[in-house]
C-alpha cells in the first residue's frame, strides 16, 4: 500500500465496507467508519430497539426521526418514484415470509408454505412531514432499507473522506478523486471488466447471492411478493451517484432484459450485464 493510502476494512450493514482515501488523516476514516457503524445500529431491522425497528412496530403511531432515518425514507420514497415501484422498502413483509427473518449468517431456512403478502404502494404507507421531521408507517407495514441506505450513505459518506477517495459500503461505491495511481479508481463490474472513475457512483444487483433453499433468493419482485425469475442474473451500473447506481442496477434486474437493458440505456452512464441463457423449460 501506498504510504499516502490509508484504508478502513470492517463489517456493517449485513456487508464487508470499505473506506480508501489518498491523503487523508487516519482520523478521517475513523469517523467515517464510526458513521456507519451508527448507521448499522440505527438502520438494522433485525434489533429490536433499533430506529427503524421503532418505526416498523409503531403501529401507526407519528415518531421524531433522527436526520439520517428521515433522509433515507426520502431516499427510500425517491427510489419508489424512479423506479415505477419496483424498487419498495416496504416489501420487509414479504422477505420475512420467504424465510428472510434474520441475518443471513445466522443461516435462513426454505418456507414450509408460502403465501407471500402483498407489498403495499410505499406513498401509501409512509407518511414524512418535514416541517417537524416526524415519520408515520401504516398498522401493518414494515420497510426493509436494504441497498437503498447503503448507496445513499455512500454518497453522504465520500466528503467525509476527503477530495481523493473511494466509499464502498456492500458493494455500493462512491468514489471521487485520481486514486493512487492517478488515472482514477479502478472498479469491477459483474461481467469482469473495470472502469476507472474519477467521480461518481457503481452498484451491482442480481440474484447469484444471499441465497437459500431452493430458489429464494433476497431480491424479491414487489409485484408478486416472491423472490424475481428474471434473465438479468447481475447488473452492475456506472452513474453519478451510488444511490442511483443501487436504485438503476435493482430496477433493471426486476424488469429483466427486455425492459431493463432500454431502461438503463435511457439512464445509466455506463453499465454491465450478466445474462445467461434461460433454459428452454423455463422460457
Not at 238 to 245: E, P
Not at 256 to 276: E, I, T
Request: glycine share 12%.
Amino acid at each position: 500500500m501506498s504510504p499516502n493510502l490509508q484504508a478502513r476494512h470492517f463489517s456493517a450493514l449485513g456487508s464487508t465496507c470499505e473506506l480508501i482515501a489518498v491523503g487523508a488523516s487516519p482520523a478521517a476514516l475513523e469517523r467515517g467508519q464510526a458513521l456507519v457503524l451508527d448507521a448499522d445500529a440505527r438502520l438494522t431491522r433485525f434489533v429490536r430497539n433499533s430506529e427503524l425497528s421503532q418505526l416498523n412496530a409503531a403501529k401507526g403511531r407519528p415518531m421524531p426521526a433522527s436526520p439520517l432515518l428521515y433522509g433515507m425514507l426520502e431516499a427510500g420514497l425517491y427510489a419508489y418514484a424512479a423506479s415505477g415501484g419496483l424498487v419498495n422498502i416496504a416489501v420487509l413483509p414479504a422477505l420475512c415470509a420467504a424465510g428472510y427473518d434474520r441475518p443471513f449468517r445466522l443461516g435462513l431456512s426454505q418456507p414450509s408454505s408460502l403465501t407471500p403478502p402483498v407489498t403495499p404502494a410505499l406513498p401509501e404507507v409512509l407518511w414524512l412531514d418535514p416541517a417537524t421531521r416526524t415519520v408515520a408507517l401504516a398498522p401493518g407495514a414494515a420497510l426493509d432499507l436494504g441497498g437503498i441506505a447503503k448507496g445513499a450513505l455512500a454518497d453522504l459518506l465520500i466528503a467525509e473522506l476527503g477530495q481523493d477517495a473511494v466509499c464502498n459500503l456492500g458493494g455500493d461505491l462512491r468514489v471521487r478523486g485520481s486514486g493512487p495511481s492517478g488515472d482514477g479508481w479502478h472498479i469491477g463490474l459483474c461481467d469482469g471488466s473495470v472502469v476507472a472513475l474519477t467521480a461518481g457512483g457503481v452498484a451491482t444487483s442480481g440474484t447469484t447471492r444471499r441465497r437459500w433453499g431452493k430458489g429464494m433468493h433476497h431480491l424479491l419482485d414487489p409485484r408478486t411478493g416472491l423472490p424475481v425469475y428474471t434473465d438479468l442474473t447481475e447488473v452492475s451500473v456506472v452513474t453519478d451517484t451510488a444511490l442511483h447506481a443501487e436504485i438503476y442496477a435493482k430496477t433493471a434486474v426486476l424488469m429483466g432484459s427486455a425492459d431493463g437493458l432500454p431502461f438503463l440505456s435511457q439512464r445509466a452512464g455506463h453499465f454491465a450485464v450478466v445474462a445467461p441463457a434461460v433454459p428452454a423449460a423455463a422460457a
